[in-house]
């Protein structure tokens, strides 16, 4: 079955360390994108992909970049890790139409200490 | 961008209908209203859609009044595994989702 997936789904890190989140889908979306959720906050996004070498910021990008060389991965990377970053990561994906379902990952849990 | 606004929380019980409001009075007319539903932590799932017309489908109904401010998510009877955090989203721009902080709906036995 086609499916989303991120790795890992638990990382623990040290401030100013880079860390790179990975994000795989294999329905052959056009869209993908990722959101941090925070208690108080929802879901906020942070970038997101309409297709090959297309990447743009969402509302919450400082501090975060993806790059996107193929359909089914987009990797989220934190250059410098902050604690303001521990956050549950989600990546989603969908098609690409106006009516298309998005599909999320099951999260990944990042502490930064 | 459509700002959508919930209650934060409400209770509803066991096997009883599940009514879950929700305005969008802001919504341009090519917007369509989404819901989601994540339960524990696990990622969101999708539950319906719609634009103007009402929809159902095997898990829920989506009323959207006629002047597409508000609509109501139903969830015909609602069982203890519907206990989740319910999110009504609309899409906007070149195709995203926004996501407000969503409803955390109880199911009492």
């Known amino acids: 079955d086609a499916e989303i997936t991120q790795s890992p789904r638990h990382k623990i890190t040290e401030t100013g360390r880079q860390v790179t989140l990975a994000c795989h889908q294999t329905w052959n979306h056009n869209n993908m994108f990722w959101y941090r959720q925070d208690l108080g906050h929802g879901l906020r996004l942070i970038h997101y992909s309409y297709g090959v070498h297309d990447t743009n910021k969402g509302e919450v990008s400082d501090g975060y970049s993806v790059s996107r060389s193929n359909t089914e991965d987009l990797p989220l990377t934190l250059e410098s890790a902050a604690s303001s970053q521990t956050s549950v990561y989600f990546c989603a994906s969908r098609p690409g139409g106006r009516t298309d379902t998005q599909y999320f990952g099951p999260g990944t849990r990042l502490t930064v200490l | 961008d459509a700002k959508t606004t919930q209650p934060p929380s409400m209770d509803c019980a066991e096997g009883r209908a599940a009514n879950l409001p929700c305005n969008h009075s802001t919504i341009s007319g090519n917007e369509y209203v989404y819901w989601y539903r994540q339960i524990h932590s696990q990622g969101p799932q999708y539950i319906i859609h719609?634009?103007?017309n009402n929809e159902t489908n095997e898990m829920a109904s989506l009323i959207i009044t006629e002047d597409r401010k508000s609509s109501t998510l139903i969830l015909p009877h609602a069982t203890l595994r519907d206990t989740a955090v319910y999110y009504c989203?609309?899409?906007?721009?070149?195709?995203?989702?926004?996501f407000g902080k969503g409803n955390q709906v109880v199911v009492i036995p």
């Open positions: 989203s609309t899409l906007y721009g070149n195709n995203r989702l926004a």
């Open positions: 719609g634009l103007k």
